[in-house]
């Protein structure tokens, strides 16, 4: 399978990629990505421009007293995207390497999440820099607050809703609801969604992106008409995606090979148990050193042969320098813009069929629909209904996807981000311009 002559020379341009010196701009990436589909939709330029530029960029300072006594500041983002389709939806994440470019990048790529799973959001994200592995609850409960009250004029249910994403979880969640409410003087259940189920988050969340990446697995397994028993699987990253990830496949009758956190990985060409590894990570604070394994690094864990690869870590990890080494017949990104357009173009080559972060990951967003829908209406499914719901959605959108990679003769990515920018694209004309 051989990528157009076109195709070829616009995802190989130096300079586009968003690698300068070795290091990757996720925005660059995520603008380069944009500009290949728009180009194959023949995006009129005013359209572009438009959803290129997020609507709204909010960079805040976040001073906290520490528990040694002493005042920390802190800085955060927020930024909305793109807010055609309803209200701005993604993740906060709390990192030593947020910066407002990952930020804005991480928005672009929700806006045309949403889209391609076909639900009513536009794309937001949020994070702050911090490290924090080295603060304690009352030091993250506190930097919690404070940044919801900067933000608070600019989220809402009806507005921007927020979500769990890197090292924030429905605590986090529970702490942003509550502040909200106390400054709207009542509950508001709906500004942020992946809550604790006892203050109205849904049953289902927590393994939602990684039940909806195992559900497009399963569609891209019917497609090359292979069995999904037997599969060889690796998964880089083992944090709450990847870890639900390596179990649900390998309930499903995968053989799991490899798994790794942020302080390296493990490997048994036979098979290991992820839930024997789980246990082992609780109690040591890493899968490395299980019992019957070897210990490789992350970077190794990419290429080792197999049949599905997972990255589920953070972005930037698929490059044009390993990426003619990756060994896996299916790439289903579980993580954010694990790959570069360079690294595309080279699985394309090679019959690497990759199920794009914007499909793969979108599990995650659909649920946290579905709890906000859930929250707006008063309402309380099932976990039974709330997969029912999740596996329409994603069997949809990869159907979507697939039909538009076979028909435009494109990468997957392409496919999505055609789909998705399309959607946007219409509902922006629709819209209008005011005043």
């Known amino acids: 399978m051989n990528a157009t002559v076109k195709e070829r020379a616009q995802q190989n341009v130096p300079g586009k990629s968003g690698m300068a010196g070795g290091a990757i701009n996720p925005h660059a990436v995520a603008m380069r990505q944009f500009d290949i589909a728009a180009d194959k939709l023949n995006l009129e330029e005013g359209v572009r421009e438009k959803l290129k530029i997020p609507r709204r960029c909010m960079t805040v300072a976040i ?54 799973v076909n639900l009513p959001f536009g794309g937001g994200k949020g994070g702050i ?20 009250h900067e933000i608070s004029p600019i989220i809402g249910p009806d507005q921007d809703i927020p979500a769990p994403d890197v090292y924030t979880n429905s605590q986090t969640m529970a702490w942003i609801m509550d502040t909200y409410s106390q400054l709207k003087g009542y509950t508001v259940l709906g500004v942020v969604t992946g809550k604790p189920i006892e203050l109205g988050g849904s049953l289902g969340r927590d393994k939602a992106t990684a039940q909806g990446c195992h559900y497009t697995i399963m569609g891209a397994a019917k497609h090359l008409k292979i069995n999904v028993k037997g599969l060889k699987v690796a998964v880089q990253g083992f944090g709450n995606a990847g870890s639900h990830m390596a179990t649900i496949i390998h ?36 899968v490395v050193g299980l019992k019957g394994t070897d210990r490789i690094t992350n970077e190794e864990l990419l290429e080792i042969k197999c049949d599905v690869l997972v990255p589920a870590a953070l972005e930037g990890v698929i490059t044009k320098e390993n990426a003619d080494k990756i060994n896996a017949r299916i790439l289903a990104e579980a993580a954010n813009g694990p790959t570069t357009p360079e690294a595309d173009d080279i699985f394309y080559d090679k019959g690497i069929f990759v199920i794009p972060d914007i499909l793969a990951n979108a599990g995650g967003v659909t649920v946290s629909y579905l709890e906000w829908v859930q929250n707006i209406e008063r309402l309380r499914w099932t976990e039974e209904d709330v997969n029912k719901h999740l596996k329409t959605h994603m069997d949809t959108a990869f159907e979507d996807v697939l039909d538009t990679h076979l028909k435009n003769k494109v990468h997957m990515r392409t496919a999505a981000n055609m789909l998705a920018i399309g959607r946007v694209a219409e509902a922006s004309r629709l819209r209008g311009l005011y005043p």
């Open 251 to 286: 309930n499903a009758g995968a053989i799991v090979i490899a798994v790794s956190d942020s302080k390296g990985g493990i490997l048994n060409t036979k098979g290991l148990n992820p839930f024997e590894a789980l246990k082992h990570k609780e109690k040591t604070g890493s």
């Open 129 to 148: 820099t911090c490290d924090p592995k080295n603060m304690s609850q009352g030091e993250l409960e506190r930097m919690t607050r404070r940044f919801v």
């Open 63 to 116: 001073p906290v007293k520490m528990d040694n006594g002493k005042v920390k500041v802190f800085i955060g983002h927020r930024v909305q995207h793109n807010i055609s389709r309803g209200p701005a939806k993604g993740g906060i994440r709390y990192h030593p390497n947020v910066t407002l470019d990952e930020v804005k990048a991480l928005a672009t790529w929700m806006t045309w999440k949403c889209a391609v």
